[in-house]
């Protein structure tokens, strides 16, 4: 079903600092999942759902997402771009898109997969009286999220941003989706950092204004992929469908007939596998990579360009743009970054 709401912003203007050092090399937004950029995931989920103006909050790094992402034809989308010299936080990065704003819209954190009824949420927040509708998630250990608590009929009652735990037991967080009236704008101020979580969202509370929360009929696929435990978890989860459009493929490439290729596996394009190789399951090789004969690759994620040594055996393993893994070696659970980064 098509949302009644068209436009979004997308706040993907952070350091990224828990994933460093994948980070230094590439902003978050650009983290390859199954050969595509995270943010990809979201811009899929709006234009599937008919949001199809979506206003990319863009600082750390930026030139290099702009040249990958383009203007977004390529999802059948528009992607316009609004950029912080500094990054001005995850309110202030809302205001400072407001010039672009004309009526509700979505805003997300950049860095979920999350596979949500946007076009429900959408007609949730418009058939309410909420100036923001909090899209709210269960989840077992809340500690690294924003609780929200609501009263019976929905409405927010408190703000608790990562609280080790709630003592009357709740367990809805914020899952970084929200539905915005645009008089929101107006109680953010121009041009400072302002934070979503700890400022603008208990500042909306004390005023007095209706928010609510919205829990999905169904709960799809989520996660945050703030951490490299969760960009491992993500991984692993998309290659075994999490989300049904997305499905692993192996590209045209060069892959020895010896080598053994244990399903999920997406391989992209010119590649090169060795002789004896097994590669899989849960792996994904960028284009240009190099696997040397006999080497072992399982549970790991290789970007572009990257080597492995004859022999060597890789599990659990993140080889960022360019790594070299000498033959022989055995790496388990480890971030390779090239010697040069
Ligand atoms: N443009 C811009 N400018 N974007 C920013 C800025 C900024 O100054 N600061 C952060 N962001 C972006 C990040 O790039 C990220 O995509 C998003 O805002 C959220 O920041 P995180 O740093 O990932 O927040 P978090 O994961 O610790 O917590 C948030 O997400 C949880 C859900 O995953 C909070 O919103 C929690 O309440 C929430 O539960
Ligand atoms: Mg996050």
Not at 178 to 194: C, E, G, K, R, T
Request: include cysteine; proline fraction near 5%.
């Amino acid at each position: 079903m098509k949302s009644p709401i068209t436009k979004a912003i997308l706040l993907i203007g952070g350091l990224g600092t828990r994933l460093r050092p994948l980070t230094y090399q590439r902003p978050k937004a650009l983290l390859p999942l199954l050969n595509r950029p995270l943010i990809s995931y979201e811009i899929e989920l709006f234009a599937r759902h008919g949001v199809t103006d979506l206003i990319m909050a863009i600082s750390y790094q930026a030139d290099e997402v702009k040249a990958a992402l383009g203007d977004g034809s390529r999802w059948g989308v528009r992607l316009h771009y609004v950029e912080e010299q500094e990054p001005l936080g995850t309110a202030g990065a809302i205001k400072h898109a407001a010039p672009l704003i004309d009526g509700p819209f979505f805003a997300c954190n950049g860095d979920l997969i999350y596979d949500v009824d946007l076009a429900a949420m959408a007609q949730a927040h418009l058939d309410s009286s909420a100036q923001v509708t909090f899209c709210l998630r269960r989840v077992d250990d809340i500690s690294a999220y924003g609780l929200i608590q609501c009263d019976d009929a929905g409405r927010v009652v408190a703000f608790r941003e990562k609280v080790g735990h709630d003592e009357t037991g709740r367990n809805t967080v914020n899952s970084g989706f929200y539905a915005i009236n645009p008089q929101v704008l107006d109680a953010i101020p121009q041009n400072i950092s302002y934070s979503n979580e700890t400022q603008l969202f208990p500042d909306l509370l004390a005023q007095g204004k209706p928010l609510y929360g919205f829990v999905p009929a169904q709960e799809g696929y989520w996660c945050d992929v703030g951490r490299i435990e969760t960009y491992m978890a993500a991984h692993t989860s998309l290659l075994r469908s999490a989300l049904d459009w997305v499905k692993p493929a192996i590209g045209r490439g060069s892959i020895d007939r010896s080598a053994q290729v244990l399903q999920p596996v997406d391989i992209a394009g010119d590649v090169t596998v060795g002789a004896g190789c097994r590669i899989g399951p849960d792996v994904a090789i960028g284009a240009g990579c190099c696997i040397g004969d006999g080497a072992v690759v399982e549970r790991s994620i290789l970007w572009s360009e990257c080597t492995v040594g004859a022999d060597a055996y890789l599990s659990g393993v993140i080889l960022a743009c360019g790594a070299e893994v000498a033959p022989h070696s055995r790496h388990t659970d480890e971030v390779i970054v090239p010697q040069d980064a």
